[in-house]
């Protein structure tokens, strides 16, 4: 069964950091590409970055590129994404997702104040 659990989020002022993580089961995590997504309240669900099995290869939605890192570690089945100099706009709740499957964590909050 596959199933995914972020964590790390919460509350943070602006210009402040947060690292989320992904932890993955169910699948032979090393093989697949994976996502971290977000919604904010009353808006639609927007990808925010993308990473390849390996890790070699990562894509951003423009508004995150320079603020955000994604990436991952193999061995401990995790993905993670580092958000640095987060603005307001960026409060919103951060789901990863594993496109292969379909299959999408319950996500978890991040909050950020002035």
């Known amino acids: 069964q596959v199933h995914l659990v972020e964590s790390g989020g919460g509350l943070v002022q602006s210009g402040g950091s947060l690292r989320l993580s992904c932890r993955v089961s169910?699948?032979?995590?090393?093989?697949?590409?994976m996502n971290w997504f977000r919604q904010a309240p009353g808006k639609e669900r927007e990808l925010v970055a993308t990473?390849?099995?390996?890790?070699?290869?990562?894509t951003y939605a423009d508004s995150m590129k320079g603020r955000f890192t994604i990436s991952r570690d193999n061995a401990k089945n995790t993905m993670y994404l580092q958000m640095n100099n987060l603005k307001l706009d960026d409060t919103a709740v951060y789901y990863c997702?594993?496109?292969?499957?379909?299959?999408w964590g319950p996500g978890t909050q991040v909050t950020v104040s002035s």
């Open positions: 169910g699948f032979v995590f090393k093989h697949l590409a």
């Open positions: 997702n594993a496109p292969a499957f379909s299959a």
């Open positions: 990473i390849s099995s390996t890790g070699a290869t990562t």
